[in-house]
């Protein structure tokens, strides 16, 4: 039965909209993809266009851009099919496509999980964006489209980036405020051009060799630490001893500190006391290597605690 509804239903919403399948392609490495606007896209109705030929598989139209982006829904194994489930929509790092591993080992622990590969990524369409305003506006368009799923509680329903994913999630949350999001968790994630960037302020660790980093109106679309003062829902870095790509763990604190004075109602870093700001000159202790090799599990354990401790307790 949970199968048969959603089919039903975007097969219906299919003939009412049409849908337009715009051709496009990824760009090299070395091209400027356009910019996209500075206006956050006009709100549309939410439709989730036909089925993608498997098993919860589906395809959303990106409103920016016209691409069709292939969106996956897992489901806990002892589902019922009748019962609301805590829902996380998970953002890859870098420009990778949907991490399926992510989404089968953190429904295991309870929660309906949704995945979609970003415009000119994985399965589809489109034109890379490098999660500016196209990407932030395909992930505005994905969540609003699965709140409509059969299971998933929009009052338990969690936004997780991982690394480079926190500019595509924090710009979504942001401009998009109306988004059926009730928390944000991140782990790792590049604030800025500064960490995102190979050579970006002499940093030689970052990951994305595309952009100058004078290019102003292109990081204006792509800086997490901007976004964050304007997202609206509890907010958890997830930080560890080692990052990932940088040498130091400092733009976990920029971050977490932007967020405290912005607009969120609840700002927390790993399992420390909610709403502190801290000082690059006498950082706190991170978590330790072999917790953060659990990483599933620090998310689930994180998204739990929003779920039962924070959100209860917001007016």
């Known amino acids: 039965m949970r199968n048969l509804l959603p ?7 299919l003939t009412a909209s049409g849908c337009n399948l715009p051709s496009g392609g990824q760009p090299s490495a070395g091209s400027q993809p ?3 606007s500075q206006e956050p896209a ?7 266009l036909e089925p993608a030929g498997a098993e919860n598989a589906y395809w959303v139209e990106n409103p920016s851009s016209g691409a069709k982006l292939y969106t996956r829904v897992h489901y806990p194994p002892a589902w019922d099919g009748v019962s609301s489930l805590p829902a996380l929509a998970l953002i890859p790092g870098g420009i990778a496509p949907s991490d399926p591993q992510k989404a ?3 429904a295991a622990r309870g929660f309906m999980v949704v995945i979609f590969d970003a ?11 490098y999660n500016g305003h ?13 709140a409509g799923l059969p299971g998933l509680d929009p009052g338990r329903y969690g936004l997780v980036s991982y690394s480079y994913g926190v500019t595509a999630a924090s710009g979504a949350l942001a401009r998009h405020p109306d988004l059926p999001i009730s928390f944000f968790i991140d782990w790792e994630g590049p604030v800025d051009r500064f960490y995102t960037t190979v050579g970006c302020g002499g940093n030689p660790h970052g990951n994305i060799p595309w952009q100058p980093c004078n290019d102003d109106a292109w990081w204006s679309e792509r800086e997490a630490v901007t976004f964050i003062t304007n997202v609206r829902v509890p907010y958890q870095r997830i930080q560890s001893e080692e990052d990932h790509v940088q040498p130091n763990n400092n733009h976990a604190i920029d971050i977490v500190n932007a967020a405290v004075a912005g607009d969120a109602p609840w700002v927390r870093l790993n399992e420390y006391p909610p709403n502190q700001v801290y000082s690059t000159d006498n950082p706190p202790a991170m978590i330790p290597e072999d917790q953060d090799r659990q990483l599933e599990k620090l998310v689930s354990e994180s998204a ?11 007016p």
């Open 7 to 13: 089919t039903i239903i975007f097969l219906l919403a």
């Open 134 to 146: 196209i990407t932030q506006d395909g992930l505005a368009q994905v969540i609003r489209a699965a």
């Open 119 to 129: 415009d000119g990524r994985g399965q589809s369409q489109g034109a890379e964006d």
């Open 34 to 36: 356009p910019l996209a």
């Open 104 to 106: 089968t080992l953190l």
């Open 42 to 48: 006009s709100e549309v109705l939410p439709v989730l």
């Open 304 to 314: 739990w605690h929003i779920i039962e401790q924070v959100l209860p307790g917001l």
